[in-house]
């Protein structure tokens, strides 16, 4: 079983950056395609960004893509996602998600290990 903790969300003004981490343990992360998903309050958790294991391969939301960059670290157990020129609408819980799936399916079907979430609020 792997944990996934994630860090790195506070409160920052439109076209701000923001790197978000998440932390693997129990297994490495090396076993797993990640990924990033999001939630406001009311709407469905919505894909955001997913990276193979070997970091070669990455897909993204069209609303983020030239703004985000999912990575990942797998000798530190760690996958990151760099977000630049923050608008408003990127408000939102961010949750780290790691399945043993290709990651092309994250954006359809749910991966099975997922952290806690980390807050990102972006004013105007």
């Known amino acids: 079983q792997v944990d996934l903790v994630e860090s790195g969300g506070g409160v920052v003004q439109a076209g701000a950056s923001l790197r978000l981490s998440c932390a693997a343990s129990?297994?490495?992360?090396?076993?797993?395609?990640t990924g990033w998903f999001r939630q406001v309050p009311g709407k469905h958790r919505e894909f955001v960004a997913s990276?193979?294991?070997?970091?070669?391969?990455?897909y993204y939301t069209d609303s983020v893509k030239g703004r985000f960059t999912i990575s990942r670290d797998n000798e530190k157990n760690l996958a990151y996602l760099q977000m630049n020129n923050l608008r408003p609408d990127d408000t939102a819980v961010y949750y780290c998600?790691?399945?043993?799936?290709?990651?092309?399916?994250?954006?359809?079907?749910?991966?099975?290990?997922w952290g806690r979430g980390t807050q990102v609020t972006v004013s105007s």
């Open positions: 990276i193979s294991v070997s970091g070669v391969t990455t």
């Open positions: 129990g297994r490495p992360l090396s076993n797993y395609a």
């Open positions: 998600a790691a399945d043993t799936s290709d990651p092309y399916y994250f954006r359809s079907y749910p991966p099975s290990k």
